[in-house]
């Protein structure tokens, strides 16, 4: 069974970093893509970050771009997001789910969330 | 950087009802385009992938059709489970960008 899982997600003030990561099983982690979703409290989703098999090619939204890296580690099933110089407007749940390219790309599977509060 | 506009924003609909969102691109993205449901406090979950593909497991009763522009998710005779916020996706190029959501209520 597919299963991925978020965590690190916690109370940060502004400016402040924070480290999510998304740990996978049920799946070879390594020959896959994975994503990164945010979702505002009451708002629709966004789309974050991709990142490739082997980590040698990385996508961000505009808006993180400078501020956010993605990163995984095939050898532990994971993947990681650092978040640094944190605003208001990042808070949200972060999502990781699993990309998938059967006649085009899509998110096959999703982890259950972590949220991410950015406040003083 | 490829914008994504569903509507309606919000529909009331009835039991047994069949009921079409509609999602546009800004620009053609063939059939680059997924639906996705979400119910409260909910992971999203993939409903139908390359504008029309049914995943494994997602009832008959939901369909996409649609290519270049213009796309359709159709949910035929509506179910209590059906109630939900529902968003298209794009793919088609980074940066990947989804819909506003259509909410989807028991009228």
């Known amino acids: 069974e597919v299963q991925l899982v978020e965590s690190g997600g916690g109370l940060v003030q502004p400016g402040g970093s924070l480290r999510l990561s998304c740990e996978a099983s049920g799946f070879t982690f390594g020959n896959y893509w994975m994503t990164w979703v945010r979702q505002a409290p009451g708002k629709g989703l966004e789309w974050v970050a991709n990142?490739?098999?082997?980590?040698?090619?990385?996508f961000y939204v505009d808006s993180v771009k400078g501020r956010f890296s993605v990163s995984r580690d095939n050898a532990k099933n994971s993947m990681f997001l650092q978040m640094n110089s944190l605003r208001a407007e990042d808070t949200a749940v972060y999502y990781c789910?699993?990309?998938?390219?059967?006649?085009?790309?899509?998110?096959?599977?999703w982890g259950q969330g972590s949220l991410v509060t950015v406040s003083s | 950087d490829i914008q994504m506009t569903q509507s309606p924003s919000s529909l009331s609909a009835s039991l047994g009802d069949t009921l079409t969102i509609t999602c546009r691109a800004s620009q053609s993205i063939t059939t680059h385009l997924n639906w996705y449901q979400q119910k409260p406090g909910k992971a999203p979950k993939l409903l139908i992938y390359?504008?029309?593909g049914f995943q494994s497991g997602v009832p008959s009763r939901f369909s996409g059709s649609g290519s270049g522009t213009d796309f359709t998710l159709t949910i035929s005779s509506l179910q209590p489970e059906d109630f939900a916020t529902y968003y298209c996706q794009h793919t088609h190029s980074a940066p990947w960008a989804f819909g506003q959501g259509t909410k989807v209520e028991i009228k």
């Open positions: 789910a699993r990309a998938l390219f059967i006649d085009s790309w899509n998110n096959d599977y």
């Open positions: 990142i490739r098999q082997d980590g040698g090619e990385k």
């Open positions: 390359a504008a029309s």
